[in-house]
C-alpha cells in the first residue's frame, strides 16, 4: 500500500468535501480508483482516514456521504443568571484540602489519611462480605440499620459516668459522613439568619454548611486550651444565639484538646444558656497521647448534639457517621435526613459495622496510634530543624494537623505558591476562620503518603519562609 498517494487523496478529498453540502454523496470507490489512479485499498484508506475524523460517513450497501460538521458554538447561559437571580451568598469554591496532587508531590494539605493508615484488609474483607448479605439488597431504616446504632451508641455509653443515663440506640442516627450531619443540624435546628456561636479558627466545611443554610456566624475565639469561658457566655448574651459548634478533642485545624475541667465550664455555660453544643468528635480514633472521653458521655439532658465520624479511621470509600441527639432535637435532624437522604447504602452501614466489630480493628488502631505519632514527631522534628520561622504554640496529643504561626506580615498565598512550585503542598490557614484571620497560618496534615519526605518538605518550607523574610 502507498501511503503517499493515500495522503494526497486525503488532502484532494478534503478540498472536495469543504465544497459540497452536508448529506452530499461521493463518487463511488471504483470512480475514485480511476480518478486517483490508484489502487481500491489505497482509497478505502483515505475514506476511513476521513471518516475516523467525522468528515465523512459510510452507509454500507448505500455509498459515503459528506457529514454536517458540527461546529463549537460558544455556549451562552447567561439566561440561568437572569432566571435564578442573585444567590444570598456567592457559592465558595471547594477547600484547597480537597485537592487533588501527582504522587511525587509531597502533600501537606489533605485531610484524609493515606492507605497505609487504613484497615485495608479489614474494610476489603467486610465489603466482600456485606456485598453477599442481605444488606447489598435491601433498604434499611431512615435512622440507620439498627446494629450500628447500637454500636454508635454502646461506643459512647462506655465513657458515660455513673449516674447519668447513656445514649439509646434510637438516640442514633447514621449518616453518610458527618459533613451532611452538619448541614442539616444548621438546617434543621439553628435555621436561616439565626446566630451559630463557632471557634475561631474551626473547621472549613462546618462554616461552609452553615453559611450555605444561611446561618450567622458568630466567632469566638479559641486557643491551644479550647474557647475562653467568659468569651463564651459573652457571645451567648449579646447574640441570643442557641448553639455552639465545637471540636473539644485535637480540633481541626488547632489541635487543641480540651481539659476535663475546660470541658465541665463549657457545657455549664450551655445549660446555663438554654442552649445545644454541637461536639464533632471527628479524630475520635486519632488520639496520641491521650483517649477522647466525649461531653456528650456527661449530659443526658439533650443538651450536646454529638457526631463521631469513621470516614477518615475506616475508610474514605465507607463513608459512614452517626450524630447521637435527644428529644426534639433528634426528631428535627432525623425529619431533615429524611428530606435529604432519605437513607444511608445498607451496603456501607454493614461494612463498617462488620469493620469496627472486628478483633483486628483495636488491633489496628493501637498501630495506628504509633503510627500517627511517629509520622507528627518526624514532622515536629523536621519543622524546628529547617523551617524555624514557623511557630508551633503545642504539639498536638492527638489528631492529623499542626497549626504553624509564620511571621506577621508574611504573604501566605505567595508562599502556598512557592511551595507547589517545589512540588510541596500545604493548606493557607485563612479558610479556618470564620471572619478575619488571627494571623498567618499554615496547616500541616501527617496523614499523608510518603512520610519518608516529611523531613524535605518541611527543608522547603524553611526556605520558601528564608526567601519570604
Ligand atoms: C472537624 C471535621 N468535621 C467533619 C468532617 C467531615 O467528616 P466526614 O468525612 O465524615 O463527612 C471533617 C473532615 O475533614 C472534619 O475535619
Redesign the pocket.
Known sequence: MDNDSSSRIVARLREIISTQAPGSKLPSTRALVAEFQASPVTVQKALATLAAQGLLESRPGVGTFVRAVRKARPSDYGWQSAALGSPSALPSSASTTMRSVSNEAISFHS?YPDRELLPERLVRAALARASRSDAALSRPPVAGMPELQSWFARELGTATPAGINPPSPSDVIVLP????G?SSIFSGLVGRGQPLLIESPS?W??MLAARNAGVVLVPVPSGPDGPDPEELSRAFARTGARMFYA?PHYA?PTGAQWSPARCEEVLEIVRRNGAFLIE?D?AHDFGIESTPVPIAARDDAGHVIY?R?L??SVS?AI?V?AVIARGPARDRILAQRGAETMYVSGLLQAAALDVVTQPGWQTHLRGLRQQLQARRDLLVTGIREHAPQAHLNRIPRGGLNLWLRLPDGTDLDRVSEDCERAGVFVAAGTEWFPAEPAGPYLRLNFSGPNPGAFPEGARILGQVLGQHG
Open positions: 485531610g459522613g458527618s459533613q451532611s452538619l473547621y466545611g462546618a471540636q481541626n464533632d471527628w457526631l465520624s470516614t477518615k474514605p463513608r457517621a
